[in-house]
């Protein structure tokens, strides 16, 4: 199956600092990458959807000037979670998509475990 | 409004038994299934996809695509204690598209 990497895995945080989260397709390519958020005891929750070389789109809620996408490469996306607070603590996972004929084997990274205090 | 519909759970079998997970979904053209089971405070882990109607049988795992109820299940024979888990329910519309995502049943595997 495919491999994807996130990095840092849990990473603490004093609010009003920013948050760089990176996420990683290691044997593909990944032309599209969803990042998704997920509170304790919630459900996946998507946040934004991101095209290699174009600016991302966003969910309804969730505000673009503060969660900064950057999917500059097909191999590399990254999450900003700019000036954070406290209610920003959460579990921050990706999915790197591929198009492509079925059947589409899609993965999550391991996530990323952020702790505002 | 694309929506995925599975039972939140608990649902409690003993050892050894067989645990059937449902899963109904609303948009009829709908192409590709997964199931994904996460363990607390771990990323979804995918075991199985389906895009075909029918039965796909991976181990232990076998996925069943109804397309025409919009139903998928997912059964698990000889459940162990370690498949405590929330299975979670996935939708493809189409493509490259984001997944449409049940809220889990909590499975519970009792030894």
């Known amino acids: 199956g495919a491999v994807v990497s996130q990095h840092p895995s849990w990473v603490i945080c004093k609010s009003g600092t920013s948050v760089k989260i990176e996420c990683r397709s290691l044997?593909?390519?990944?032309?599209?990458m969803f990042w998704y958020r997920q509170f304790p005891k919630q459900s996946l929750m998507l946040m934004a959807t991101?095209?290699?070389?174009?600016?991302?789109?966003?969910e309804q809620g969730v505000e673009k000037d503060k969660f900064l996408i950057n999917h500059a490469s097909l191999t590399l996306s990254t999450l900003t979670v700019t000036s954070a607070h406290p209610e920003d603590s959460s579990f921050y996972i990706c999915?790197?998509?591929?198009?492509?004929?079925?059947?589409?084997?899609?993965?999550f990274g391991p996530g990323t475990r952020l702790t505002v205090t | 409004q694309k929506e995925v519909e599975q039972n939140s759970g608990p649902l409690s079998v003993p050892e050894g038994a067989i645990a059937s997970l449902n899963c109904t979904y609303s948009?009829?053209?709908?192409?590709?299934f997964f199931w994904y089971r996460q363990y607390s405070g771990k990323s979804p882990e995918l075991i199985m996809f389906?895009?075909?109607?029918g039965d796909k049988e991976d181990g232990r795992f076998t996925a069943q695509l109804n397309k025409a109820s919009q139903y998928v299940s997912l059964l698990i024979r000889d459940s162990q204690p370690s498949d405590s888990a929330t299975y979670l329910c996935?939708?493809?519309?189409?493509?490259?598209?984001?997944?449409?995502f049940g809220k889990g049943t909590r499975l519970s595997v009792i030894a």
């Open positions: 999915r790197p998509g591929t198009s492509g004929k079925p059947p589409y084997e899609q993965y």
């Open positions: 044997d593909f390519q990944a032309t599209t």
């Open positions: 991101s095209n290699e070389g174009s600016k991302a789109t966003y």
């Open positions: 948009d009829r053209g709908s192409q590709s």
């Open positions: 389906i895009y075909s109607n």
């Open positions: 996935a939708v493809q519309p189409s493509g490259n598209t984001p997944l449409v």
